[in-house]
């Protein structure tokens, strides 16, 4: 499986971003996808997950301005930021997990840039 971003950007604060993050490869049976981010000098945080079937989860910090979604029919996954601040900039990856009969495998995406000046 490969996971590729997209969206990032510069953006002023109470500004909004798409991301995106589309799918390819063996796709089947991937249960969760999530948007974790890193800031410089912090350890990466999650943001969000979706499991398959529509069940959805926050970070505190994002609850009430982010929307993660997915389109399985275009294998992508979305992550709607909203009145984004200064402390959401970071680096976004996109996160897959998909269970096999073989086991569980975990798949990352090279990371978009997002920035909100202060």
């Known amino acids: 499986v490969q996971l590729v971003e997209s969206g990032g950007g510069l953006v002023q604060p109470g500004g909004r971003l798409r991301l995106s993050c589309a799918a390819s490869?063996?796709?089947?049976?991937?249960?969760?996808m999530a948007w974790y981010r890193q800031a410089p000098g912090k350890q990466r945080e999650l943001v969000a997950t979706?499991?398959?079937?529509?069940?959805?989860n926050y970070a505190d910090s994002v609850k009430g301005r982010f929307i993660i979604s997915r389109d399985n029919a275009k294998n992508r996954f979305y992550l709607q930021m909203t009145s984004l601040k200064p402390e959401d900039t970071a680096i976004y990856y996109c996160?897959?997990?998909?269970?096999?009969?073989?086991?569980?495998?975990?798949?990352w995406g090279q990371g978009t840039q997002v920035t909100v000046p202060s």
């Open positions: 996160y897959a997990d998909q269970l096999l009969e073989s086991g569980k495998y975990d798949y």
């Open positions: 490869g063996s796709i089947f049976s991937i249960v969760i």
């Open positions: 979706i499991i398959d079937g529509g069940p959805t």
